[in-house]
């Protein structure tokens, strides 16, 4: 079966502070991977995808990936308050996109 | 301009009951998917369709059936209801063959089922 394990939370880290969240996949075929930030009450949005191994960066968000120990992660740098959500590590094996159940983030002042 | 929509954004009903939750896309989109997320906030797919046929069908109660009258809408039936069924809804669309694959939530449907 196909599983996607990611640390429920929550994750508190201070205003400004690097957030890392982790996230392991069973699946050697899976082919290209996601992080989706959901607020509460609110739906799935994509914040990064990366296909290749290393690191992808956007902003103030880096993911990286590593495929030999099928690990994926997502840093996020400066973090602010508004960053508090969420996040679902999600992993496309096909045909399927396979979701974890998610890390609750909470950046405090 | 909203890219995917359902409607209901809330339902409440009976046990036992039939319902249908709708869904549009206006991305012009191929492929279009239902999740259900329970209270653990697990996002489980639960079919998507792909230019009018089912590609995925995970092990859901066959009291739920998609329906794809085009490839801009999936409808989510499902007959008699139960307590088990209480979750939330999402609705999602994207396009095969595109560089990020990424899919397109919609808001969500909360269904209680009392």
């Known amino acids: 079966q196909k599983e996607v394990e990611q640390n429920s939370g929550p994750l508190s880290v201070p205003e400004g502070a690097i957030a890392s969240l982790n996230c392991t996949y069973s699946d050697r075929g899976s082919q290209s991977f996601f992080w989706y930030r959901q607020y509460s009450g609110k739906s799935p949005e994509l914040i990064m995808f990366?296909?290749?191994?290393g690191d992808k960066e956007d902003g103030r968000f880096t993911a990286q990936l590593n495929k030999a120990s099928q690990y994926v992660s997502l840093l996020i740098r400066d973090s602010q308050p508004s960053d508090s959500a969420t996040y679902l590590c999600?992993?496309?094996?096909?045909?399927?996109?396979?979701f974890g159940a998610g890390t609750r983030l909470a950046v405090h002042p | 301009d909203t890219a995917v929509s359902q409607t209901p954004k809330y339902l409440v009903t009976q046990m036992g009951n039939d319902k249908s939750i709708k869904c549009e896309q206006n991305l012009g989109h191929d492929t279009m998917y239902w999740y259900k997320q329970d209270s653990k906030k697990f996002l489980k797919i639960m079919f998507s369709y792909n230019n009018k046929e089912l590609i995925i069908n995970e092990t859901v109660p066959n009291r739920f059936s998609p329906k794809s009258p085009d490839k801009a809408h999936l409808n989510l039936h499902i007959n008699s209801l139960e307590l088990g069924d209480s979750a939330v809804y999402f609705c999602a669309s994207s396009q095969s063959g595109s560089g990020s694959n990424e899919q397109f939530f919609g808001p969500g449907t909360r269904l209680t089922v009392l």
């Open positions: 999600a992993v496309k094996a096909p045909p399927e996109l396979i």
């Open positions: 990366i296909y290749s191994n």
